[in-house]
Nanobody, 115 residues
Framework: QVQLVESGGGLVQPGGSLRLSCAAS????????MRWYRQAPGKERELVAS????????NYRDSVKGRFTISRDNAKKMVYLQMNSLKPEDTAVYYC????????WGQGTQVTVSL
């Protein structure tokens, strides 16, 4: 059974940085691509970044390119999202997602960018 636990969210000022972590268990981690999504209040959930199972290929939504970096450590079964130069519009609940045909979700972690 896929289990994903996110951590690392919090309150940060504009221009600051946060590193989100996602601990995976209950499945063969190296068989799954991984993604980070986010959902702001009143908005649909949107894909932020993705990484292939081996960690070779990554993709980002345009609004975070050059600011966010997704990575994974297959030995530790961890996925990370390094977020730099944060903006108020990055405020959202961030979700870790495992992808293999269907999607499996974590519970989310709140990121708030505000003065």
């Amino acid at each position: 059974q896929v289990q994903l636990v996110e951590s690392g969210g919090g309150l940060v000022q504009p221009g600051g940085s946060l590193r989100l972590s996602c601990a995976a268990s209950g499945f063969i981690f190296t068989n799954y691509a991984m993604r980070w999504y986010r959902q702001a209040p009143g908005k649909e959930r949107e894909l932020v970044a993705s990484i292939s199972s081996a960690g070779v290929n990554t993709n980002y939504r345009d609004s975070v390119k050059g600011r966010f970096t997704i990575s994974r450590d297959n030995a530790k079964k961890m996925v990370y999202l390094q977020m730099n130069s944060l903006k108020p519009e990055d405020t959202a609940v961030y979700y870790c997602c495992a992808v293999r045909g269907s999607l499996s979700w974590g519970q989310g972690t709140q990121v708030t960018v505000s003065l």
